[in-house]
Nanobody
Framework: QVQLVESGGGLVQPGGSLRLACAAS????????MGWYRQAPGKQRDLVAA???????NYADSVKGRFTISRDNAKRTVYLQMNSLKPEDTAVYYC????????WGQGTQVTVSS
């Protein structure tokens, strides 16, 4: 079955950077569009970045110019480079296909605070 394992979160000061990684299994990764989603406390889970099989990327307006999504098909891994982090980026970050499968990983917590 589909398994998604996110890593790389942590506590960072405003203006800092983090790189998230998500290892996927149980899917045909190289022909699956992937996305990074985030969910802040009390809010719905939203798509923030997506990459299709041609490596075309799309971003939510709130992260455009600061976040970069990429993929390594050989490693079945999708990445999210996050720069110039803001307190409002604080959330649990998840990866999944785009649109998402019903199965989610445990996510990785990103906290931006001084």
């Amino acid at each position: 079955q589909v398994q998604l394992v996110e890593s790389g979160g942590g506590l960072v000061q405003p203006g800092g950077s983090l790189r998230l990684a998500c290892a996927a299994s149980g899917m045909l990764f190289s022909i699956t569009a992937m996305g990074w989603y985030r969910q802040a406390p009390g809010k719905q889970r939203d798509l923030v970045a997506a990459i299709n099989i041609r490596r075309t990327t799309n971003y939510a307006d709130s992260v455009k110019g600061r976040f970069t999504i990429s993929r390594d098909n050989a490693k079945r891994t999708v990445y999210l480079q996050m720069n110039s982090l803001k307190p409002e980026d604080t959330a649990v970050y998840y990866c999944n296909s785009d649109p998402p499968y019903g199965v989610w990983g445990q996510g990785t917590q990103v906290t931006v605070s001084s």
